[in-house]
C-alpha cells in the first residue's frame, strides 16, 4: 500500500506544478499583450466599434483588411477612411511601424470621427 501513496503524491505533485506553469505563462502572456497594445497605440476594437455604430460590423472570420477592402470596393461611404485606419493599425500592430504620442492621438481622432461620420441620406434625413 505505500507504494500506491507515493505514486498518488507523485502524480499530485506533477498535477500542481503543471498547474502552476500553465498560471505562470498565461500571467506572463497577458501581461505582454497588455504592454504590445499600449506600446502600439492604436486598438482593433476601436476601429471595430466605430464600423459597427456605422452599420457595417466586421463579420467573424473575415480578417480586418479584408473588411476594408470590401467595404472599398462597395464604395461604402466609410470605405477609404476603414481602409486607410486599419493599414496604419496592422503596420503599428504587426510592428512595421511605431507610431509617437501624436500618431496614436490622431488616430484616435480619426476613429471617432469616423465613427461620427453620416452618409449623406442621413444627413437629409435630420
Do not use: W
Amino acid at each position: 500500500m505505500r507504494r500506491a501513496g507515493k505514486s498518488s503524491h507523485k502524480l499530485r505533485t506533477g498535477v500542481v506544478a503543471t498547474v502552476m506553469a500553465c498560471l505562470v505563462i498565461g500571467i506572463v502572456t497577458l501581461g505582454s499583450a497588455e504592454r504590445v497594445s499600449d506600446s502600439h497605440g492604436p486598438t482593433a476594437s476601436q476601429l471595430e466599434a466605430a464600423l459597427a455604430v456605422r452599420g457595417v460590423p466586421r463579420p467573424t472570420g473575415t480578417p480586418p483588411r479584408a473588411h476594408a477592402l470590401a467595404l472599398t470596393a462597395m464604395g461604402h461611404p466609410v470605405g477609404n477612411e476603414a481602409l486607410a485606419l486599419t493599414e496604419l493599425y496592422l503596420a503599428a500592430r504587426f510592428g512595421r511601424e511605431t507610431l509617437g504620442s501624436d500618431e496614436r492621438r490622431e488616430f484616435t481622432r480619426r476613429v471617432r470621427a469616423l465613427r461620427a461620420q453620416r452618409a449623406p441620406n442621413e444627413r437629409a434625413a435630420a
